[in-house]
């Protein structure tokens, strides 16, 4: 057994020794594995959007292997078609929302002997088969990361029915993913502690509040935000830094102070100073759906630092330019403490991370469409032998559809997956050429450039 074990102990010394890159190297592939939060891919997104633009020498692969409705049957399941294909070097693994049965749970605590059964049941099926996935990942050398689950919403008021008690299987999912940290020496992320602790916090404000979404299984764009920040101040120990540029009395000493970038061409005048700048990283462009996620844990302080220090200066107001680009007027006060810039999108450097990020949007568009193709085959075209023949296959999907989904609430969601995926289907090939084309691309737009700064005393 200790030849399959991925020591967290060799995990953190890797991080320790070989400084920020150091969890994932250039080269690896990590696939996210889990229910619709991972097949939505919004907090992996996230995480991955910060390693192409903070690591951009380090290109490395994320696969999305997050299947809506998923359990961890289906997880054993699909093991090989869809996990094990892609050969990761990494899985990183959250499951149980659909586990813990959410349809044995009411508005009202019960004491029905059946029900409470059924309950210790799904859970122990939990159990035994989240262990068998691991004992398979790391069988195959296949480092593997645990998360803890996001929370169910029992506590908003929301005008969805509320599922009570579903929140508290969750905790027993997540204490149970603890004890296989512990005995597989795993490392671990808490998305269930941060996610709940900070929803109660927005209830004692306002009892509709939630970095849930509506239907209280789903985090919002917020909550996602807050998953990735809780992912990489976990596993990814490391300066806050984007860049840290301290402009002093010469290129030695400013390069000396500096952290994660290199000073060059430093001259200074009666009115002011100037001199260039070529920083290792970008700043993590958030957009506004995300903005809440800044009120509610320190993403900017622990992980999206551009700080520019000039020391020395004549007392006075400055205008900041990058190159031709007015950043804003600052004294020399705020220049000796430091000035974020990554706070500022209009800079040339905040520009570039937000072309990045536009790229890796379309990128997650083709990971959509073949997470449909994926989840359509996976759950729904099993019993059928011709795949290749659409016209059967629409056939069979219609038939499906009218005869187990067409009377639900979301019936119309079947229908318009089983829809797209005849349309798509036949562009699956073309689908995985662009996305690797994108990703390849991003890298390439969030390559290191030359900035020169200007500052002009007013």
Not at 119 to 130: D, F, I, Q, S
Not at 251 to 264: D, E, V
Not at 373 to 395: A, F, P
Request: overall charge positive; aromatic content about 10%; proline content about 3%.
């Amino acid at each position: 057994m200790k030849k399959i074990h991925f020591s967290l102990f060799v995990f953190l010394l890797s991080l320790n020794c070989f400084g920020q890159s150091s969890l994932f190297q250039n080269g690896d592939k990590i696939a996210f594995v889990g229910n619709s939060i991972t097949n939505n891919g919004e907090f992996h997104h996230n995480i991955f959007q910060y390693y192409v633009t903070r690591f951009p020498q380090q290109p490395i692969t994320f696969f999305n292997c997050g299947i809506s409705g998923d359990i961890t049957s289906g997880i054993l399941n699909r093991m090989d078609m869809d996990i094990l294909t892609n050969r990761p070097t990494h899985v990183v693994l959250m499951i149980g929302m659909n586990d813990v049965k959410r349809n044995l749970y009411g508005a009202m605590p019960t004491q029905d002997v059946d029900t409470l059964k059924q309950r210790a049941a799904a859970l122990t099926v939990y159990k035994t088969n989240l262990d068998s996935i691991i004992r398979i990942f790391l069988s195959k050398d296949i480092k593997v990361i645990l998360q803890k689950p996001t929370i169910y919403d029992q506590t908003a008021i929301l005008k969805t029915a509320n599922n009570l008690g579903v929140n508290d299987a969750l905790k027993k999912c997540a204490d149970y993913i603890e004890e296989l940290a512990q005995k597989y020496h795993l490392p671990v992320v808490d998305y269930w502690t941060i996610l709940n602790s900070i929803n109660h916090g927005l209830q004692k404000e306002d009892p509709m509040g939630t970095i849930i979404g509506a239907d209280r299984v789903h985090p919002a764009a917020a909550g996602h935000l807050i998953m990735a920040y809780q992912f990489l101040k976990t596993l990814q120990p490391s300066s806050p830094y984007i860049a840290k540029i301290c402009i002093k009395k010469n290129i030695k000493s400013s390069q000396k102070a500096s952290k994660s970038c290199k000073i060059g061409d430093l001259s200074k005048g009666i009115n002011g100073i100037s001199f260039s700048v070529k920083e290792n990283a970008l700043p993590f462009p958030t957009v506004a759906n995300q903005k809440q996620a800044l009120d509610l844990v320190p993403f900017i302080q622990d992980l999206n630092l551009e700080e520019l220090k000039v020391m020395d200066l004549k007392q006075g107001d400055y205008s900041l330019l990058i190159d031709t680009t007015v950043i804003g007027i600052f004294t020399a006060e705020q220049f000796k403490v430091g000035v974020n810039l990554a706070l500022y999108p209009h800079s040339p450097q905040y520009q570039q991370a937000l072309a990045v990020r536009k790229n890796l949007m379309d990128m997650w568009v083709i990971e959509a469409n073949l997470r449909t193709i994926r989840w359509v085959e996976i759950g729904h075209l099993n019993d059928l032998k011709n795949k290749q023949d659409l016209d059967s296959v629409k056939i069979y999907l219609d038939k499906r559809f009218h005869e187990k989904f067409e009377k639900l609430s979301n019936g119309s969601y079947y229908k318009g997956q089983f829809e797209k995926y005849v349309l798509i289907k036949p562009n699956e090939l073309k689908y995985n050429l662009e996305k690797e084309n994108l990703r390849q691309k991003a890298y390439e737009l969030a390559q290191n450039q030359v900035h020169n700064y200007r500052l002009i005393l007013r």
